[in-house]
């Protein structure tokens, strides 16, 4: 199994240091080359699992293997993308997509790799533009070419298109696939949205509300591209949406409980 994530849990300390469960015995086995979302009501840990896939934050118990590999700590073999396109205001696309590759090739060794993946992401007409001068969409496009430019073999994503308009969002959902399927990366993607995770996935992990865990993980086998297939897809949304309901209502319940004991 290429990522084995076994009994994960994570606890983080409240405001008065009591510990609170985020996420609880989570298990989910990942094949090279598939893409996989995570979807959930908010607040149930999607973010943090991939945070911690990335290694960017400790588990409180269990693993995740890479390739039989324990994650301690981020590295090569992982490239991540935020909400947040994250670039650097100062220096141009170009640069952005270099500066990862410094210390890893020559100028003209990472100036070619960095070229590449701007081409991939189409947007070699806009190697001397600045951060400011692009749309959010263009930014978020530069980030994902920074991030494939490392070559990793594995792309975590959380919630890279959730701030985009439907329009910006739509065409970036076509420019991904083509991507993953070009690369053959292996993806693990954050999202809320059912349509897009139906549009994008080989699987769905449906999570539930705090403290997370997999409720369900969903094949979506429907042939590429997906759009021809509304039928198909329409049925996989019914099937999500059965699961994420109950959660949903526990999170509204929740709240209305809390807000009448204040």
Known sequence: MFIA?????????????????????????????EFVSILGPSGCGKSTLLSIVAGLTEATGGEILVNGTAIKKPGKDRGMVFQEAALFPWINVLENVMFPLKKEMSKSEATEQAKKYLRMVQLSNYLDHYPHELSGGMQQRVAIARALAMDPEILL????????????????????????????????????SISESIKLSDRIIVMGTRPGTVLTDIKVDIPRPRDKHKEAMIKIEEHVMSYLKKEIDKVVSEELNHETSI
């Open 157 to 192: 994503m959380d919630e890279p298109f959730g701030a985009l308009d439907e329009q910006t969002r739509s065409r970036l959902h076509g420019q991904l696939e083509n991507i993953w399927m070009e690369t053959k990366k292996t993806v693990l993607f954050v999202t809320h």
């Open 5 to 33: 994530i076994n009994q994960l849990n994570k606890q983080f300390l409240d405001k008065d240091k009591n510990p609170s469960t985020v996420l609880k015995d989570i298990d989910l086995q990942i094949e090279k080359g």
